[in-house]
């Protein structure tokens, strides 16, 4: 005879067990407080079930399921540091409950923790048992099988926000093997595979969804992704007969209504859209405003495609390392996920940056680059979150941060490393709610951006010495981007001097037009420490100070001619024009002191003797930096 149900699975019990043989949870009988609090939880009523709780609690402090109970409780009245404390207590006492990982996973993801709420559904997956239904907890919401489900679409939907398409396409098609009409796995798995450019098979899993799904909302989005494929594949007329199905069921469709402008602007399919327009015009009630919208969106197609800078985001190089990093922005820029950009001083971080705003949905709104090494504390707090009127000596009216600034676009943080702890507390407010105040204001402020930082640091090893925050670490580090060193890009040496050459020529600064085999191989054997930066710098030296056709041997600095190691001579004569010269030595002295510091922009102010802001404004104004 059955004398007790598992509390954890809702499996009939007997007294000879001790341990229950399905979910293995030890017997626990539930005295009066509990079953009114679990009476109380499944009326809606969390407070009082909270309440309820935490007298059991009291007579049993060291009861898994009582701290398991007060969790639901609080994480259902959305007090979610409460739940996370109750939770993480319950499972050090039995750390097989499967409904306190799945609910762990929800709130880290809720929260934007993406590692952290990829390890809680993945320990829900190893966990995982037969659920009775009816029982508590989770038998309230899941069996099983649909927990199983819910877990892989979350798995999915993490992946794909951290750009790793394969592993999130791998879930997706875990839960159509099972439920082959699951629409949500139907309509990611879809997602994934247009992201991924295998477009026959999206168009296949788009086309099944439909079938399955009823009409409504979500059902003209799948439609229209579906055009979306067509219009990738080429197929314009099936993509425009998509997009208008769409547009007249819901006139307000704003994504069918973009994209059946893109179709038009592209493709510059004049009568083909007037024909359509004639259409709407006769068949719908509401053509004024579906023609006004597909105008507007052209316009915006136009504006997003003339605003491109092509020149400032070319990231030059073919070696496999760099076909990683193209990869890398392609897949990083298909989420808004965080970026942590990694590598040495003059890589290219910023046009990393820059590439992932661009090909993202964000392209045609703001990109905005900050230096957080080149501002005080004070200063950058100023510069990021804006600041009230009064709230310091020379705020003499309120100022719009950054944040604010870059509203639905990019902010790129610059050597985020260098940033003070207390700013890195606020920064995490932004990060986990995209919210934060101004200096000296009381309300917040929400905004929508996406947050790529970078850095030349080692945050792991500025962690341990207390200088970097582990959670804002663990915030940043979403998709990492780890751009290789100069001297490991076999290859891309001769691409770059040729692109640098190309550039000056354009600007009518030069008439070389490329580098003798003698001098290539003297730049091969370089270390080449301030990398792309200081490959720059060193052509538009060259092509300064001297007057030829290619770059020979004789143009080098000394190091690479093996004359000197290290960096340029600080006794090397100046060879300077026979005008200009004030201006010239001045270049010529900032950039041979800066390949000296490896490009290290606080060390070389030190040593000319000036401030890191005056630094960064002589680099501008000679055009120092990685274009």
Not at 230 to 238: A, L, N
Request: aromatic share 8%; proline share 4%; glycine share 8%.
């Amino acid at each position: 005879m059955a004398l007790f149900v598992c509390r954890e699975c809702g499996n009939s019990l007997d007294l000879e067990f001790r341990f229950c043989p399905v979910c293995g949870a030890a017997h626990e009988s539930a005295d009066k407080a509990t079953e009114d609090g679990i009476e109380a939880f499944e009326q809606g009523e969390y407070g009082k079930a909270l309440q309820l709780f935490k007298t059991v609690i009291k007579k049993q402090p060291f009861s898994a399921f009582a701290l398991r109970d007060a969790g639901h409780a609080a994480f259902h009245l959305q007090d979610f540091n409460t739940a996370l404390e109750y939770y993480e207590k319950a499972m050090r006492i039995l750390p097989s409950l499967l409904d306190a990982h799945f609910n762990i996973g929800l709130i880290h993801m809720k929260r934007g923790h993406v590692n952290d709420a990829m390890f809680s559904f993945m320990e829900t997956l190893q966990h995982i048992h037969p659920v009775t239904p009816g029982s508590y907890y989770l038998g309230l919401f899941h069996s099983a099988e649909s927990l199983t489900f819910q877990c892989r679409l979350n798995l999915g939907m993490l992946f794909k926000e951290r750009g790793e398409l394969e592993k999130a396409l791998e879930q997706y098609q875990l839960v159509i093997v099972s439920n082959p009409k699951n629409i949500l796995a139907l309509g990611s798995l879809g997602d994934c595979l247009m992201a991924l450019e295998r477009f026959e098979e999206a168009i296949r899993v788009y086309k099944k969804a439909l079938k399955t799904i009823p009409e409504g909302e979500e059902r003209l989005n799948i439609q229209s992704d579906l055009g979306v494929c067509f219009f990738k594949q080429g197929e314009m007329e099936k993509a425009i007969s998509e997009f208008k199905d769409v547009i007249k069921k819901n006139p307000d469709h704003v994504n069918a209504i973009y994209n059946l402008g893109q179709v038009y602007f592209h493709e510059g399919l004049t009568g083909r859209m007037k024909e359509d327009y004639e259409e709407f015009v006769r068949s719908s009630k509401n053509a004024a405003s579906i023609l006004f919208s597909l105008s507007k969106s052209m316009v915006s197609v136009a504006a997003a495609q003339k605003s491109k800078p092509v020149e400032e985001t070319t990231l030059v190089g073919t070696s496999p390392s760099m076909q990683r990093i193209h990869d890398l922005i392609k897949r990083a820029a298909s989420s808004d996920a965080t970026v942590l950009v990694l590598g040495e001083n003059g890589t290219g971080k910023e046009l990393v940056a820059r590439a992932i705003h661009l090909q993202s949905g964000r392209h045609d709104r703001p990109f905005i680059p900050i230096a957080c090494s080149a501002l005080s504390e004070s200063l950058l707090e100023s510069e990021l979150f804006g600041h009230e009127k009064g709230s310091f000596t020379g705020a003499t009216g309120q100022k719009i941060g950054k944040f604010e600034a870059a509203h639905q676009g990019t902010v790129f943080l610059d050597e985020i490393g260098e940033i003070s702890l207390s700013t890195q507390v606020k920064l995490l407010r932004v990060l986990q709610e995209r919210e934060f105040e101004r200096v000296g204001g009381n309300e917040p402020v929400k905004v929508d951006i996406r947050v790529i930082a970078a850095t030349n640091r080692d945050l792991k090893k500025a962690i341990q010495e207390g200088k970097f925050r582990e959670d804002l670490y663990y915030r940043l580090n979403v998709i990492v981007v780890e751009i290789p060193p100069l001297r490991e890009r076999e290859g891309d040496l001769t691409l770059l001097i040729k692109y640098f050459l190309d550039q000056m020529k354009s600007k009518k600064t030069s008439r070389f037009e490329g580098i003798s085999e003698p001098a290539l191989q003297m730049m091969k054997q370089y270390r080449w420490p301030g990398n792309v930066r200081e490959l720059e710098n060193v052509v538009e030296r060259i092509v300064t100070l001297n007057d030829d056709r290619f770059i020979k041997p004789e143009h080098l600095p000394l190091e690479m001619t093996g004359q000197k190691a290290g960096g340029f001579s600080a006794r090397s004569p100046l060879v300077l024009p026979k005008e200009g010269v004030l201006k010239s030595g001045e270049k010529e002295l900032i950039l041979r002191v800066l390949t000296e510091a490896h490009f290290n922009k606080k060390q070389a102010a030190s040593r000319l003797g000036i401030s890191r802001p005056t630094l960064y404004q002589k680099i501008r104004k000679y055009g120092l930096g990685v274009k």
